[in-house]
């Protein structure tokens, strides 16, 4: 254990349980709560390392909240799971897990000019290098870090996103070498990024594995000896043994969410969701049929029925899109948002069933108790459940469990 989570620093604190409380008298649900099971997580970190071929090790990915899932705690219990190493997306982000107290490998790639470099190779960050102008910067950063920079560098396959591009890998492996020859540096990974790894049997996957191998020589051939070689993100890691190299590199499967559905359910790949979201009803009222629910009157009653209200919405990471869609479970029964998700708020018609305000409502979890899934909201609104995790609002209270 070696990062250390502020307001609990020794992990054994229940925030679902007060002390002072009884244990048989549960605290009265907030208005909205994102409940993230860390034992789910080892769990899911324990499956993946499982699953990772000829001895690769595991990359956890933490970047953006760790998916909305809280970083700190789930860097923490990442890597008490074993996770061999940490990423993010952003520097802001490795520096925050070096300051909780992780000193394990972690590295981090989106970069823009000007970024803390010095900051990230003072606090033994691996950093990512994907063209001349951040090789430039990091070599430029290195007297005020006052050590060799640890660079991993990025070759784009055929995503067309990030890192350096097929003609230029040559240019760029060479002055890397000859910086590492200087004593500026250490080229500790080379690295790259699949397109279509969760569409089984794309076109683009065999090419893209070409490229990685004539990358990963072209840097052999200039001299470079890196550490890790890696380029399997979650569906990758679940479904592609050949793309597994040194490391594989999931984020979403960390926090047991299957990257589509396609490739099957969490279960079957040995994960399990860790994030539940729950509210309390912040009201229940009778009216009659033909009334108008929620902004621009979406939804009309077909009769006399029961309304809740569920106080949760767009500013809590409700997705608008889930108006008249998104599936919710509120006394016992799957019930669809009635109308818009407004900023605040939604509504849910209950037709006729009985419920008081404070009863709970489920958006999502495991789905083990009946409640629906991210993967459920997700059809609901036309995304991914990558999406629906990681746009949980700030203002939603993530609520950590099993942080033994
Ligand atoms: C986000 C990200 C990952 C993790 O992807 P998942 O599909 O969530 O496993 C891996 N590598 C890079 C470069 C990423 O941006």
């Not at 097929?166 to 250490?186: I, K, Q």
Request: net charge negative; hydrophobic share 45%; proline share 9%.
């Amino acid at each position: 254990m070696n990062v250390h989570h502020a307001p609990n620093p020794v992990g054994t604190a229940r925030p679902a349980e007060p002390t002072g409380s009884p244990a048989h008298a549960p605290a009265p649900l907030p208005r909205v709560r994102a409940e993230v099971d860390l034992a789910a997580v080892r769990d899911n970190v324990r499956a993946l390392r499982g699953l990772a071929r000829g001895g690769a090790g595991v990359m956890a990915v933490v970047k953006a909240d760790a998916y909305g899932h809280g970083m700190l705690p789930c860097a923490r219990a990442a890597r008490r799971a074993g996770a061999d190493w940490l990423a993010t997306a952003t520097p802001e982000e490795a520096l925050a897990v070096r300051a909780a107290g992780d000193t394990g490998p972690l590295l981090c790639w989106l970069w823009t000019p000007g970024g803390p470099w010095a900051e990230a190779l003072a606090a033994d960050i691996d950093v990512s290098v994907g063209g001349a102008w951040a090789l430039r910067e990091v070599i430029g950063a290195v007297h005020a870090a006052g050590r060799p920079a640890r660079v991993q560098l990025k070759a784009d396959t055929g995503l067309g996103r990030g890192g350096c591009a097929p003609a230029d890998w040559p240019a760029l492996v060479t002055a890397a070498r000859a910086a590492e020859a200087e004593g500026l540096l250490r080229v500790t990974g080379v690295w790259s990024h699949l397109a279509c790894a969760d569409e089984p049997g794309h076109p683009s996957i065999p090419p893209q594995l070409e490229a990685f191998r004539v990358a990963l020589a072209e840097a052999e051939r200039a001299g470079l000896r890196p550490e890790v070689r890696h380029l399997a993100n979650s569906p990758a890691a679940l479904t592609l043994p050949g793309t597994h190299y040194d490391l594989i590199r999931p984020g979403l499967a960390v926090y047991g969410l299957s990257p589509a559905p396609e490739l099957g359910l969490p279960r079957e790949h040995g994960l399990r969701p860790a994030m539940t979201l729950r509210a309390a009803l912040a009201g229940v009222k009778r009216v009659p049929g033909g009334h108008g629910v929620g902004y621009g009157h979406h939804y009309v009653t077909p009769g006399e029925t029961t309304l809740a209200l569920v106080p949760a919405g767009y500013a809590d990471g409700v997705p608008r899109h889930a108006s008249g869609a998104g599936p919710v479970l509120v006394a016992g029964k799957w019930r669809t948002i009635a109308g818009r998700v407004a900023m605040d708020q939604f509504v849910v018609d209950l037709g006729g069933d009985p419920a008081e305000p404070g009863d709970e409502a489920v958006l999502f979890g495991p789905g083990d108790d009946g409640e629906p899934t991210a993967e459920d909201w997700a059809r609901a609104c036309g995304t991914i459940g990558y999406e629906i995790v990681t746009r949980i609002g700030a203002r939603v209270p993530r609520i950590h469990l099993n942080d033994d």
